[in-house]
């Protein structure tokens, strides 16, 4: 399978207070795009060989030349798109995609794997992470591109017959139609053409989205394509492709969604899992990062006690098995206050005092005053009949578990009694 990845730099470098826009890719800082790209190549690579990136001449001297990240090939073709606006940042992957003649993969350069991808993803015609259906926002912009657009009528044959966008997440994106890609291509880019007049004012995330993800699902719906799906089930928080503080155990797979780069939590655990799975390449980013200008010395400075607390973690997630995992016991931080269903702690992540209004599956924190397990947890929980009836045990067991390692590893609440 071959892997790529892209980077058109007009989005990266264009200074934007618009949500929906890529400055820095999105991030909430530039060095968090440059260790999320190190750590998304480096970890395709372990499990694929090599992963070719496709950018333009700026993305080149930032990524190759100045950072050094490790693409086995580096192609320029997104030269092409310098006299699109940057709102439009989805054109990079869209012609990406079109450019391949052979079975590929296309991986965002915010998703990380700990393993393979199953192979029998990779045994249709296409394939793509999930199928998103009626998520937010999507029917909203529908509704004003339909009446204001020009250039979108029979395009959307699926909306126009039942209201309803369905769409690919585009995280991981591929197959070995070529033919279908490069019509999406050809698709996307008539729409946006015959519409640059009208980009300001609109929810420009919301138009990238469509015409990347909601077009090529109709376009593959339409051709009757066998697509397969690595989720089959999401929700719209996208929780399920998150669970940083699992892996490797219990989930090998994270795409850190839009709302998640400008989280401190996700960017820590990009951060520190780089450290602590590749020091090398780590300090050597650092180093680059610092040689051209790229980052201040205190913006990637590490905590090193906040270092050594998670890669104790990490090295646990790595190291036991999944049953000896469920029978650790954790308990309640030494800082930590439980009153009136409100947890006070300090946030490892600023070090400022944090309440936590307890709800639904926070009222197990009431369990840790005295060291408890997964397993013992789970025991007691299926003696409720409602509880029995919803879960399976094995299933119970490791919602608790990722409960526990959850406020464990991102916020400190709980810690492993030894």
């Known amino acids: 399978m071959r892997i790529v990845q892209s980077f058109w730099s007009k989005p990266f470098s264009s200074a934007s207070t618009d949500p929906?826009?890529?400055?820095?890719?999105g991030w909430s800082s530039q060095a968090g795009f440059f260790y999320a790209s190190l750590l998304s190549c480096l970890k395709w690579r372990e499990f694929y060989g090599d992963v070719i990136l496709y950018t333009d001449d700026h993305g080149k001297k930032l990524l190759s030349e100045q950072l050094q990240l490790p693409y086995s090939e580096i192609r320029t073709d997104l030269n092409r798109l310098d006299e699109y606006p940057p709102e439009l940042w989805a054109l990079g992957k869209i012609l990406t995609y079109s450019l391949q003649e052979e079975p590929f993969l296309h991986a965002d350069s915010d998703v990380f794997i700990w393993k393979k991808l199953p192979e029998a993803l990779f045994e249709g015609q296409l394939f793509a992470q999930n199928v998103e259906l009626n998520f937010p926002r999507y029917q909203d912009f529908m509704a004003m591109m339909t009446e204001r657009f020009e250039n979108v009528s029979g395009k959307f044959p699926l909306y126009a017959q039942t209201s309803d966008c369905y769409a690919f997440n585009a995280g991981i994106f591929g197959g070995s139609e070529y033919n279908f890609f490069k019509k999406h291509k050809e698709a996307a880019f008539d729409i946006v053409k015959a519409n640059l007049d009208k980009l300001q004012g609109i929810d420009s995330f919301m138009f990238n989205m469509v015409y990347e993800q909601l077009l090529s699902f109709e376009m593959a719906n339409g051709e009757g394509l066998d697509c397969r799906l690595y989720k089959s089930h999401m929700n719209e928080a996208f929780t399920d492709v998150m669970k940083f503080h699992v892996v490797p155990a219990f989930d090998e797979y994270i795409h850190t969604i839009g709302y998640a780069k400008r989280s401190n939590v996700m960017n820590e655990q990009i951060k520190y899992r780089l450290r602590h799975e590749?020091?090398?390449?780590?300090?050597a980013l650092n180093r680059n990062m610092l040689l051209h200008g790229l980052a201040l010395a205190e913006?990637?400075?590490?905590?090193?006690a906040r270092f050594a607390t998670l890669e104790r973690l990490f090295t646990k997630l790595e190291a036991l098995t999944g049953d000896e995992l469920l029978a650790s016991k954790f308990r309640l931080s030494p800082n930590v206050v439980i009153e009136n269903d409100?947890?006070?702690?300090?946030?490892?992540?600023?070090?400022?005092a944090e309440t936590l209004i307890m709800e639904d599956w926070d009222f197990l924190l009431y369990q840790f005053d005295q060291p408890r397990s997964a397993s013992e947890l789970t025991l007691e929980l299926l003696q409720d009949e409602a509880v029995a009836e919803t879960f399976s045990p094995e299933l119970l067991a490791q919602k608790v578990f990722s409960f526990m390692m959850d406020h464990c590893m991102y916020n400190g609440i709980l810690e492993f009694d030894n």
């Open 342 to 352: 409100e947890v006070r702690y300090i946030s490892p992540q600023t070090g400022c």
């Open 299 to 304: 913006d990637i400075q590490d905590d090193i």
């Open 20 to 25: 929906g826009a890529r400055y820095k890719a």
């Open 278 to 283: 590749y020091p090398v390449e780590y300090e």
